[in-house]
């Protein structure tokens, strides 16, 4: 373990070296963020957390030089509540309009009154930037988006000061691209519809055409075609504005390098997050066949790649910057495109030895990998059992120039830099995770895991139906539920999950 003032010795030697070298004693620029949230890596996705059949040098390069946390959570087993915990430092579940997965027409879940970690950070005098996935909605409930004119409510109305990013995921319409406000490559004769009701338009559906399919997917993938893949929702025009998923880790990171390099004489804040590795895997054909887990290895190779090209920009261009990746949620084992891979999972499996998948409530759906570095490389690896949730990314990002997080900010989110400093302080007493929707919750406690009751079960005896509890410090798989031999405890935890749920706020 290393010493926290030698970890910050690392952090500031660049600024500090600048001080010593310049006529005016100035405060120290604080370190730049780049944030790298990955698109549904599991647990056993990444070298550095114990794969074999997948090689990925760059995500290790991180935690070889700096630290590698066992007990991180994604907030939630599924992108969007995740990643609107991640950019308002609250609970998802707190919000109906962000505790589930939206669609490419749903409406931003993000109250634009709220503050957000980019808002956070501009105050604190960084430059923001985001690049890669949103899938946060987009417009209001009463001005729907419209991909033909300038799109508001997005992240450049919370605080971005460059956005460059698709809609919803990767396996929805609308296909496109934006930047800043405006589909990017939109020709106006051609203008985009969108529907995730009735078809419209007459571009042909995987349903209908399944020969002018690259991959067969199952019915609620098999709409409108989009470069010989077909999606979820409905998509006509837009045609010059489509993107090729085969190329869309080169485009998305070039755009990030491109930010890291423009702003390198500010402090900045970059969200970056790449598409991969969620479905469809359509890796760039140089990386077809490097892996020996099909195109699920083959597009960790690709998202390996776009990790190194960052790292290659912060060591050219921003070596005063701290560097994290993890994902916002667990590995999915099936997936619903006929892509080959499901029947390679068993070579190596996507949440390593966790129970569960993307989706639920079992550890391999919300505990991801989590690594941090700042520049200066460490004498030997180090590792932190800490437990902390990606809702904690504002207070920890605020802390790094160590700016005060307004009490209105990030009702749920703890700081977690002492932990990414090597300190053994916990971060936070308790932990509350979800799944898509806010039906059911869990909520982790020392080694403790409790698992409420579904819904349908809550209004019978409660004493016949507890709930699920798991000790974790000795069955990490979840394989033997201890909840009917410990009823205090499943009482006392399902009382603090009561009064986190109930109350306004964790955050102190
Ligand atoms: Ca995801």
Redesign the pocket.
């Known amino acids: 373990m290393i010493s926290r003032r030698r970890f910050i010795k690392g952090v500031v030697g660049t600024a500090a070296a600048f001080v010593t070298h310049s006529a005016a004693a100035v405060t120290p620029p604080p370190p730049n963020i780049i944030f790298i949230l990955a698109?549904?890596i599991g647990y056993g996705d990444v070298g550095w957390y114990g794969a074999q059949k997948v090689k990925t040098p760059n995500i290790d390069r991180i935690g070889r030089e700096g630290i590698k946390f066992t007990d991180a959570h994604s907030t939630a087993s599924?992108?969007t509540p995740t990643r609107y915990s991640i950019m308002t430092g609250e609970y998802a579940w707190r919000n109906p309009d962000g505790d589930h997965i939206l669609s490419g027409v749903d409406p931003c879940a993000i109250d634009p009154a709220k503050p957000t970690i980019a808002s956070v950070m501009k105050q604190a005098h960084y430059v923001t930037g985001l690049v890669g996935k949103w899938h946060l909605g987009l417009g209001t409930k009463e001005n729907p988006v419209d991909y033909n004119s300038e799109i508001s409510l997005g992240p450049a109305d919370l605080g971005f000061d460059y956005c460059f990013y698709y809609p919803a995921t990767n396996d929805r319409v609308p296909c496109v691209y934006i930047e800043n406000r405006r589909v990017v490559g939109l020709d106006p004769a051609d203008p985009i519809r969108v529907s995730y009701g009735d078809k419209v338009g007459d571009d042909p559906t995987g349903a209908d055409h399944p020969e002018m399919l690259k991959m067969k997917a199952d019915p609620s993938h098999s709409k409108t075609i989009v470069n010989g893949i077909s999606r979820i929702g409905y998509m006509s025009g837009g045609k010059s504005a489509r993107w090729v998923d085969e190329d869309m880790a080169d485009t998305l990171t070039t755009k990030a390098v491109q930010f890291i390099e423009q702003n390198r004489r500010e402090p900045f804040f970059l969200y970056f997050s790449p598409h991969d590795i969620?479905e469809p895997m359509a890796p760039n054909p140089r990386f077809k066949g490097t892996s020996e887990c099909g195109a699920r290895g083959d597009a960790i190779h690709e998202l390996d790649w776009c990790v190194g090209q960052i790292l290659d920009a912060v060591d050219r261009f921003a070596r005063n910057t701290i560097v994290i990746f993890t994902s916002?949620?667990g590995g999915a084992i099936k997936n619903t495109y006929d892509d080959g891979t499901n029947s390679l999972h068993a070579l190596q499996p996507p949440n390593g030895p966790l129970r569960g998948d993307k989706g639920g409530l079992y550890e391999g759906g919300h505990r991801v990998p989590f690594l941090a570095r700042f520049h200066a490389p460490v004498e030997k690896w180090n590792k932190s059992s800490q437990l902390i949730g990606l809702v904690d990314l504002m207070a920890t990002c605020a802390a790094v120039p160590g700016h005060k997080l307004p009490d209105n900010a990030g009702p749920d989110s703890f700081n977690a830099l002492p932990a990414l400093e090597g300190n053994d302080t916990p971060v936070r007493d308790h932990l509350v995770l979800q799944q898509n929707g806010h039906a059911r919750l869990a909520i982790r406690q020392a080694q403790w895991k409790y698992i409420e009751p579904a819904k349908q079960q809550k209004n019978a005896a409660a004493a016949a139906v507890p709930g699920e509890l798991y000790d974790l410090s000795n069955d990490l798989a979840e394989s033997k539920n201890v909840a009917a031999e410990n009823p205090d405890l499943v009482a006392r935890m399902a009382g603090l999950l009561e009064q986190a749920r109930s109350g306004p706020r964790t955050r102190p």
Do not use: G, K, Q, Y
Request: charged share 45%; net charge negative.
């Open positions: 698109d549904d599924v992108c969620h916002d949620n």
